[in-house]
């Protein structure tokens, strides 16, 4: 069974940082493309990030473009998302999510997702 | 930015009946479009890829039409179960730039 643990969360004031962890299991992970989601309270879904097996491509939504950092450590079977000049407007429950394909090209649509972490910025 | 819009916001439907909620795309997304299922405190769940191909495990009541700018998510005879928001998502772009819906809640009627 696939397990997708998100940690990392908490409350930070503008401006902070935060480091968001999600470890996998029951998949070999080096084979798939990781995104990670966002859902602010209440509200719908956004694509935040996502990248490749090996690490050799990262995307990001323009709205945390040099701002957040998406990384993974396969040998760890884990991915990383770096927040950084955090907004009012990151608050939200972020998710980490396989992409459906586990033939290391990108399906685009994801099929495992973690229980997600609540990120607060706020003063 | 591909704009993804779902009609209606809430469909009011009761145990049994089909349920058809939309979602329509600002331009052409061909057929890459899939359909999640988010339950209040849950993680969304892919219900359809590829605009009508269901994901590993999904009830055939769920079926999914449509290509180009318009789509359709079709319950046929909605259980307790289903009851939740509905969201569509477009994967046509690269280097991506995936946007979701705003969702539809379907609610007990």
């Known amino acids: 069974e696939v397990q997708l643990v998100e940690s990392g969360g908490g409350l930070v004031q503008p401006g902070g940082s935060l480091r968001l962890s999600c470890a996998a299991s029951?998949?070999?992970?080096?084979?798939?493309?990781m995104t990670w989601v966002r859902q602010p309270p209440g509200k719908g879904l956004e694509w935040v990030a996502n990248i490749k097996h090996d690490g050799s491509e990262r995307f990001y939504v323009d709205s945390v473009k040099g701002r957040f950092t998406i990384s993974r450590d396969n040998a760890k079977s884990s991915l990383y998302l770096q927040l950084n000049s955090l907004r009012a407007e990151d608050t939200a429950v972020y998710y980490c999510a396989t992409d459906r394909s586990p033939q290391q090209v990108v399906a685009g649509n994801f099929d495992h997702w973690g229980q997600g972490t609540l990120v607060t910025v706020s003063s | 930015e591909i704009v993804m819009t779902q009609s209606p916001a809430t469909l009011s439907v009761s145990p049994g009946e089909r349920a058809t909620l939309s979602c329509r795309a600002s331009q052409s997304v061909r057929s890459k479009l899939a359909w999640y299922q988010q339950k209040p405190g849950q993680a969304p769940r892919l219900l359809l890829y590829d605009a009508s191909t269901r994901a590993t495990g999904v009830s055939a009541r769920f079926s999914g039409s449509g290509s180009g700018t318009e789509f359709a998510l079709t319950i046929s005879s909605l259980q307790s179960e289903d009851f939740a928001v509905y969201y569509c998502?477009?994967?046509?772009?690269?280097?991506?730039?995936?946007?979701f819906g705003q969702g539809t809640k379907v609610e007990i009627k």
């Open positions: 998502q477009h994967y046509n772009n690269w280097p991506p730039m995936w946007t």
């Open positions: 029951g998949l070999t992970f080096s084979n798939y493309w």
